[in-house]
Structure formats: structure tokens, C-alpha cells
């Protein structure tokens, strides 16, 4: 299958491209680099580095000719999206309806596109399912969901077959611990660099986090199903990618101590505004749908994480 990949120089991007290209699918990526590297572009991937709201992305997407678009280029820092709401919007709306056009225009068959379980935003009753109430906390939230409404307009009866993939707290080797890299990352890496980790708040917040590799094990049993990603749902499907499952940050620290080894004692700070306190989404659609479920456990899963980060964080 040739499937093109936007976001694949990114961190899930590139897990994603190397674990197609070792099931022998043809890929292409694009990506602008403003997050991404070259180095997580594999070099049996074609690669483009263009911003997917540049005039020029059909041109490209045709070039390629994809079966199947994986959509991930997205602005998905938090503090940025409030510091730069319109830019926000602009690349996870419109960049997402503009990659949607193009591979409609391209013959591709399918789309999955990147979304976030910040659409849900603060909870009612846990664990979420996908008929939830959306109620997104901040700009990133808003234009996730906006960007799922738009994937919706731009495929409806072009007959690709789409859908949305909320992910939970993705985690794993080759994510960036700089900026909101994500708690996992961040937390690892100070301890790498033998600086005590902080937990915002007491530790005792929630959150589902899933491992990089059962995030991309999705994708591909999606890409490769023979059940329809739409069926028949007027605006568009959303599958939860996550575990099921609550974690403390403050035994995600303890897990994160006891695999790296390090002695360094967590440090604990005020609770953050805007924080969510308990959030976990059920797969069981997923599951359902495709037969996936999350299968590394945590412990296995941040013992990969700790040894990829303490090999490269400087």
C-alpha cells in the first residue's frame, strides 16, 4: 500500500513510518520540520518538507499518489495555542481540511487523522466514550474538534473512507522532552540529567497513557481492515486510542524512578490552572471495530522510554 504520512518526521510520525516500511507499504512524508527532524525520517521514505498549508500540498499529495493519508501534522502545544489561537485554528482546521481535499483529489481511499482527548476537556464520568460531552478547556481542544468536524466536510460523500483518532497520553521512544513533549518525556528526562522531577499538584491527577507502539499498531490494523473507518455515521467516526486505564502521575514518577535507577526525590509545585484532574478514555470501540486493543504495559513501556531517553538527552 502507499501511504503518505503528514507529521512523519514528528515523534509518532516517525515510529509510524518505520514500522510501514518494515511491513513493506511504499511511504511518503511531509512535514515542515518546525517540530519534526530528518533524523526520525526513514530513509526509504520519500520526504517533502512543506507546510501543509502551502498552496503547493496538492501538488505534492498528487506527486505521491497515495492509497491511504495518515494526517498527524498538527500545532498541538497547549501554551501555544492560547498564546496564538488563530494560528492554532489555522493549521489544525484548516491544515487538516486542506490534507483532506488533497488526498480526495489524490484517489486515496482512506484517511485517518489525528485527534486528541483534549476535545472531551473537563469530565462528567469516567472513562469517556466517544459520545461524551465536548467540552474542550483551551484553543488547542476547540480546534481539535473543529479539525474533526472538517475532516467530516471535505470527505463526506467523496467516497474516502475517513475517521478521527482521539489519542490518550502517548508515550515512547523518540519523543521530544522539550516544551509540553509530555509528561512522560519531560519527567524522564530530568531524571536523566539527575535533576529531581516536579508533579504539578499533589500527584494524585490521572491520566490514560499509551505506548507509541500500540498508538501505531492502530494505524495499521485500521489502514489494513476490511471494516469500514465511516460506516455510516453522518459526521464522521472518532476512535478512542487508548488503554482504558488510570495511572497517577505520582506512581508514573515512581515507575519512571525505579526503571531509571536514578535517586534524585520528586519535587512537587502548585497545581496548574486549566489542569484536568482524572482523565481516561474506553477503547472498547476501537477494539470493536478492529479487533485492537493496547497491549504494553506500562512498566515495559517506559523501561523502552528510559533507555531511548538516556541515550539522548544531552
Known amino acids: 500500500m502507499r501511504v503518505l504520512v503528514t507529521g512523519g518526521a514528528g515523534f509518532i510520525g516517525g515510529n509510524l513510518v518505520r514500522a510501514l516500511i518494515a511491513d513493506g507499504h511504499s511511504v511518503g512524508v511531509i512535514d515542515d520540520l518546525s517540530v519534526g527532524t530528518t533524523a526520525n525520517v526513514h530513509p526509504a521514505a520519500r520526504f517533502r518538507c512543506l507546510d501543509i498549508l502551502d498552496p503547493g500540498l496538492?501538488?505534492?499529495?498528487?506527486?505521491f499518489s497515495p492509497e491511504a493519508v495518515v494526517h498527524l501534522a498538527a500545532q498541538s502545544d497547549v501554551q501555544r495555542s492560547i498564546a496564538d489561537p488563530e494560528r492554532d485554528r489555522a493549521?489544525?482546521?484548516?491544515?487538516?481540511?486542506?490534507?483532506?481535499?488533497?488526498?480526495?483529489?489524490?484517489?486515496?481511499?482512506?484517511?485517518?487523522?489525528?485527534?486528541?482527548?483534549?476535545?472531551?476537556?473537563?469530565?462528567?464520568?469516567?472513562?469517556?466514550?466517544?459520545?461524551?460531552?465536548?467540552?474542550?478547556?483551551?484553543?488547542?481542544?476547540?480546534?481539535?474538534?473543529?479539525?474533526?468536524?472538517?475532516?467530516?466536510?471535505?470527505?463526506?460523500g467523496t467516497g474516502v473512507d475517513f475517521a478521527s483518532m482521539r489519542f490518550a497520553n502517548v508515550y515512547g521512544p523518540g519523543q521530544d522532552w522539550r516544551g509540553e513533549g509530555g509528561v512522560v518525556a519531560i519527567l524522564?528526562?530530568?531524571?536523566?540529567?539527575?535533576?529531581?522531577?516536579?508533579?504539578?499538584?499533589?500527584?494524585?491527577?490521572?491520566?490514560?497513557?499509551?505506548?507509541?507502539?500500540?498508538?501505531?499498531?492502530?494505524?495499521?490494523?485500521?489502514?489494513?481492515?476490511?471494516?469500514?473507518?465511516?460506516?455510516?455515521?453522518?459526521?464522521?467516526?472518532?476512535?478512542?486510542?487508548?488503554?482504558?486505564?488510570?495511572?497517577?502521575?505520582?506512581?508514573?514518577?515512581?515507575?519512571?524512578?525505579?526503571?531509571?535507577?536514578?535517586?534524585?526525590?520528586?519535587?512537587?509545585?502548585e497545581p496548574r490552572s486549566g489542569d484536568i484532574l482524572h482523565s481516561v478514555l474506553d477503547p472498547g470501540k476501537a477494539a470493536a471495530a478492529f479487533g485492537w486493543q493496547a497491549r504494553e504495559t506500562l512498566e515495559t513501556g517506559l523501561l523502552a522510554t528510559w533507555r531511548w531517553l538516556s541515550a539522548n538527552v544531552g
Open 91 to 156: 493549521v489544525n482546521v484548516g491544515g487538516t481540511a486542506a490534507v483532506a481535499r488533497a488526498a480526495a483529489a489524490a484517489g486515496a481511499r482512506r484517511m485517518l487523522s489525528a485527534s486528541s482527548a483534549a476535545v472531551y476537556g473537563d469530565p462528567e464520568s469516567l472513562p469517556l466514550m466517544e459520545s461524551a460531552t465536548k467540552r474542550p478547556l483551551n484553543p488547542y481542544g476547540f480546534s481539535k474538534l473543529a479539525a474533526e468536524s472538517a475532516l467530516a466536510s471535505e470527505l463526506a
Open 58 to 63: 496538492p501538488e505534492a499529495v498528487a506527486d
Open 188 to 269: 524522564a528526562a530530568r531524571l536523566a540529567k539527575e535533576e529531581p522531577p516536579v508533579i504539578f499538584g499533589d500527584g494524585a491527577q490521572t491520566r490514560d497513557f499509551i505506548y507509541v507502539g500500540d498508538v501505531v499498531a492502530f494505524i495499521m490494523t485500521a489502514l489494513a481492515s476490511d471494516a469500514s473507518l465511516a460506516g455510516a455515521m453522518p459526521d464522521g467516526p472518532a476512535y478512542n486510542v487508548s488503554t482504558g486505564t488510570r495511572t497517577s502521575v505520582a506512581r508514573l514518577a515512581g515507575l519512571l524512578r525505579s526503571v531509571s535507577g536514578a535517586r534524585v526525590e520528586v519535587e512537587y509545585g
